[in-house]
């Protein structure tokens, strides 16, 4: 992780999960997503999207960055989160619908996992 991040540890709050899923007619299924912005991985099927408290800026990291980076009250709420947005892509696997799989703290919230 960039030294500059580490220096903000735990001044991020959590804003959302996804995934975006393209299904190919010749290849099956396909996810994508973008590189982390705390440690370079570009190998994200999952991604965390953080914002930090002080100057609203928003980074998209993994989920063990995601961890790194929150407070650590709030360590279960990116596994919580993919978890979800998991389910939302089976669904969209299952039925043959692409799009962008997207599970926020509210979403969260509001099924009572939190």
């Known amino acids: ?3 500059e ?6 001044q991020w709050m959590y804003v959302c999960c996804y995934c975006m899923v393209e299904i190919f007619t010749g290849s099956g299924v396909h996810t994508t ?13 999952f ?8 100057d609203g800026r928003q980074i998209e990291v993994g989920i ?6 929150l407070d650590p009250s709030d360590y279960e709420i990116p596994s919580l989160a993919e978890n979800e947005t998991k389910r939302k892509e089976r669904w969209r696997i ?12 509210a979403h969260l919230d509001e099924k009572g996992k939190l």
């Open 1 to 3: 992780m960039s030294p």
């Open 33 to 45: 997503g973008p590189e982390c912005a705390a440690c370079c991985n570009t190998n994200l099927r």
């Open 47 to 54: 991604v965390h999207v953080l914002e930090h408290e002080d």
């Open 94 to 105: 299952r039925y043959n619908n692409p799009g962008r799989c997207v599970t926020t703290v």
């Open 64 to 69: 063990e960055c995601a961890r790194t980076l």
């Open 5 to 10: 991040l580490q220096a903000t540890v735990g």
